[in-house]
């Protein structure tokens, strides 16, 4: 049984910093596309951080968060990870990590099969 675990969640003041974790179990997830998504109160969830499955793991970012947060992955550890850096208010939100069956990124939330429970992050002003 396949299942993803974040942590890293927390309260942190604007233009603070936090690294969010994803481990994932039951299977290997090398080569596959793996992402980070928010939701925010009242808000859609959206795609915020991706990394293809591809040699190199090219990454795709929201503009919202270009240069601020860095999504990383060590294939040893079956985990996946958000570097957030000079948070802002407005990136208050549950963030959950998200594994595609496939290596191409994406930003569309239907095109992945695991989710983790997700992992508030809280920013004060």
């Known amino acids: 049984q396949v299942q993803l675990v974040e942590s890293g969640g927390g309260l942190v003041q604007a233009g603070g910093s936090l690294r969010l974790s994803c481990a994932a179990s039951?299977?290997?997830?090398?080569?596959?596309?793996m992402g980070w998504f928010r939701q925010a109160p009242g808000k859609e969830l959206e795609g915020v951080a991706i990394?293809?499955?591809?040699?190199?793991?090219?990454?795709v970012y929201a503009d919202a968060v270009k240069g601020r947060f860095t999504i990383s992955v060590d294939n040893a550890k079956n985990t996946v990870y958000l570097q957030l850096s000079s948070l802002k208010p407005e990136d208050t939100a549950v963030y959950y990590c998200?594994?595609?069956?496939?290596?191409?990124?994406?930003?569309?939330?239907?095109?992945?099969?695991?989710w983790g429970q997700g992992t508030q992050v809280t920013v004060s002003s």
């Open positions: 998200a594994i595609r069956n496939g290596r191409v990124s994406s930003m569309r939330q239907q095109d992945y099969a695991y």
């Open positions: 039951g299977r290997a997830f090398s080569g596959y596309a």
């Open positions: 990394i293809s499955g591809y040699n190199g793991g090219s990454t």
